[in-house]
């Protein structure tokens, strides 16, 4: 019998790895990253109340887009607008410092732009 794993299965069991070497605190939580098709999300979490406390994603749009066509959240730009939205509302929350969970995706595209827009708006990580 063929085992065939699909990418997410896969990304699923790098991700478990990547967890049990990490843990969000409340004095640093754990920037965690969430990309669809069509959007990312991310959140800052603390592990050990198990609560999500701040989070941003593409879904809430960006500022200044009116209209009724609905822009997609699946481009760098807007991951990098994400990024930067979630290091604010972080800072406004009285964190300075995270630890990053890419999720199990590779550290490209997306990913690194959401990271690098969060560590250009003031998180440390």
């Known amino acids: 019998m063929i085992n065939r794993s699909s990418k997410n299965d896969v990304r699923q069991k790098v991700h478990e790895r990547i967890r049990n070497r990490i843990l969000g605190?409340?004095?640093r939580p754990r920037?965690?990253?969430?990309?669809?098709?069509?959007?990312?999300?991310?959140?800052?979490?603390?592990?050990?109340?198990?609560?999500?406390?701040?989070?941003a994603n593409s879904l809430e749009g960006s500022e200044g887009a009116k209209g009724s066509k609905k822009a997609t959240g699946g481009n760098v730009a807007s991951a990098r607008?994400?990024?930067k939205r979630i290091a604010e509302r972080a800072k406004e929350m009285?964190?300075?410092?995270?630890?990053?969970?890419?999720?199990g995706y590779l550290y490209h595209g997306r990913v690194k732009a959401l990271a690098d827009a969060a560590?250009?708006?003031g998180l440390q990580f």
């Open 94 to 103: 009285g964190f300075q410092k995270v630890v990053f969970d890419r999720g």
């Open 31 to 55: 920037l965690n990253v969430y990309r669809s098709l069509n959007h990312i999300y991310a959140q800052l979490i603390d592990d050990r109340s198990g609560a999500t406390l701040v989070s």
């Open 81 to 83: 607008v994400v990024g």
């Open 25 to 27: 605190t409340s004095e």
């Open 119 to 121: 560590r250009e708006a």
